[in-house]
């Protein structure tokens, strides 16, 4: 009998510990893998929490590591609703030192933890420190856009998501959570690389420890605490802080709407694209009455591209043998059959290269029907005059850019100058320009070099671009030589950098718009010998690219120069 009761006994036992290994899996598994996930729960249901960041996101940042959208760090007030027991007589005092109305204080008395808006002085920082009150406090706050943003355009900006089409859309393509009272990218870098830039958390933030109360636990109160890993990435891109900077300064004083790109000469990387209006991506809202095109990238957008086309055509009548710099034409003027010239009486006879220097059209009207349109077209594609890829930066393609159209009837004259169905960016002519410069060979323009995690890993790399043969040394050469007399003797001598020369071609395209009025171009180079930069200006509504865009390029490279020697 005491064998049959010993042996239920163990059958008990092992039945019991059978049905309990389940439980004790899971509990093991509770403790070992979702025991940090569960008490970092527990204590957030013991804490009241402030980011110490408006919008938790990576940064955008310069070649050399300098923010390009993180603003600056400002003191705010915080305030822990739960904790304050008097909060009338809270409201009454900061009222006073914020010279703020207590109605317009007491809506941010309620409900969760939050910094007030308010800026602060130093004096007011000190007056809300002495009063010393329980759940009331000063941190520095981190606001992404500072007052004066550089690369507005290129960076972009932020707004709430529209609708829930595209929040499923952000949901299915990041691990990242989106709410519909989440900021995200809306144009520029800020769109594009959405899903890198969004943090998961706040860098930081102040975190208050209570009771079930509300009271401040004691040796605990409110701290600030960083977040380990908030899941966000950094956007490295090829622009230069100090060279977007004299970029904009300059505009700024002489370019009401336009566009300026600079990229080096060397690589193809952009170092600075500004545009104009600009508008300030920490308030939208300030931009919206303002002109049409405030929010679009000029250093992007088509336009025709007058004379500076003619490099095309040039280069094109070189290769192919057709032209040489001592031909000698004949200008009527504005009585040319073909095309009249912005110089009215004519130049008469005039050689090749002074009719480069000059920007005489009736000359690269007669080249360009010598030519041909399959040649301008072929030259012009090659030049990357249909292609508005940059490396980094996907952009959607403009589909008005159409080079065939330049073989249609009565198109061959106008496009030969520049004008009709020719359409390119300030990127791209930024780009065709600094062909002519490496000696013939075309090189893809970038804006991005590589994605960074918080811990400095990169996490995804963009190579300098590819590049291609277009036009022979020689033909290259002949061209540097021709742009320098257009800055020595001919109409684009207002872009001579004094102590360091420079090259380059002007342009003057006709607008359609019901008045009279011009898109003044210049793009060149600098220094003559040796090129570090080529920059491209146009400025909207000028009087010709001599006058209005040549001294642009003249006062960038003089900012941009002597600080690269």
Not at 11 to 25: A, E, Q, R, S, V
Not at 89 to 97: F, M, P, S
Not at 163 to 181: A, E, F, W
Not at 326 to 354: A, Q
Request: glycine share 8%; proline share 6%; hydrophobic share 40%.
């Amino acid at each position: 009998m005491d064998l049959f009761r010993q042996k239920r006994l163990i059958k008990t036992f092992y039945l019991i510990l059978i049905l309990f290994i389940p439980l004790i899996w899971h509990l093991g598994v509770i403790q070992l893998v979702h025991g940090q996930e569960y008490s970092e729960r527990a204590l957030d249901q013991r804490t009241l929490k402030v980011a110490l960041e408006d919008i938790p996101r990576g940064n955008i940042l310069d070649r050399n590591g300098e923010t390009l959208s993180g603003g600056q760090r400002e003191p705010r007030i915080l305030v822990f609703p739960p904790i304050i027991t008097d909060k009338q007589a809270v409201i009454d005092k900061l009222a006073l030192i914020l010279d703020q109305k207590p109605q317009d204080l007491a809506p941010y008395f309620k409900g969760q933890p939050r910094y007030l808006p308010f800026p602060l002085t130093y004096n007011q920082t000190l007056a809300v420190n002495e009063l010393n009150i329980l759940g009331l406090r000063v941190e520095q706050v981190n606001f992404r856009y500072g007052p004066s943003p550089l690369a507005a355009h290129v960076i972009g900006h932020l707004g709430y998501i529209s609708d829930i089409g595209r929040l499923d859309r952000l949901n299915s393509l990041s691990h990242k959570k989106y709410t519909l009272s989440d900021l995200v990218g809306q144009s520029g870098l800020e769109y594009f690389y959405e899903q890198q830039l969004k943090a998961a958390s706040p860098a930081n933030f102040a975190r208050a420890y209570v009771d079930v109360y509300h009271h401040l636990i004691a040796g605990l109160g409110i701290k600030v605490e960083n977040s380990a890993n908030t899941g966000r990435q950094d956007v490295i891109t090829t622009l230069d802080a100090h060279i977007q900077q004299v970029v904009e300064q300059v505009m700024d004083q002489r370019v009401h709407r336009g566009a300026v790109v600079v990229m080096d000469a060397q690589t193809g990387d952009l170092l600075a694209m500004a545009s104009r209006p600009n508008f300030n991506p920490a308030n939208i809202a300030k931009s919206l009455p303002g002109d049409n095109d405030t929010f679009l990238d000029h250093c992007t957008a088509l336009y025709q591209p007058g004379s500076i086309f003619k490099i095309v055509v040039a280069a094109a009548a070189l290769e192919e043998g057709l032209v040489k710099p001592g031909d000698i034409f004949v200008c009527l003027g504005e009585k040319d059959h073909l095309v009249s010239c912005w110089h009215k009486p004519g130049h008469g006879p005039i050689t090749f290269e002074e009719a480069f220097a000059q920007s005489c059209n009736p000359v690269f009207a007669e080249l360009g029907l010598k030519l041909g349109a399959a040649k301008i077209i072929s030259y012009a594609r090659a030049f990357g005059l249909e292609s508005q890829s940059i490396i980094g930066y996907p952009i959607p393609r403009d589909k008005r850019q159409n080079m065939s159209l330049i073989g249609k009837p009565y198109n061959l004259v106008n496009s030969s100058i520049g004008q009709g169905p020719v359409l390119a960016t300030p990127v791209q002519l930024t780009a065709m320009l600094n062909t002519i410069i490496n000696d013939g060979v075309y090189i893809q323009p970038r804006l991005v070099k590589e994605l960074k995690t918080e811990k400095g890993e990169v996490t995804r790399s963009f190579p300098l671009g590819s590049s291609h043969k277009v036009i022979s040394s020689g033909t290259a050469r002949e061209l540097k030589r021709l742009m320098g007399l257009v800055t020595s003797q001919g109409v684009g001598r207002e872009a001579m950098v004094p102590g360091y020369g420079s090259a380059g071609k002007t342009g003057s395209a006709q607008v359609a718009n019901g008045v009279s009025t011009v898109n003044a171009w210049f793009c060149g180079y600098a220094p003559l010998e040796h090129p570090r930069y080529v920059v491209t200006v146009l400025v909207e509504e000028g009087v010709s690219g001599g006058e209005s865009a040549a001294p642009v390029f003249r006062e960038i490279m003089e900012g941009i120069l002597p600080t690269s020697r």
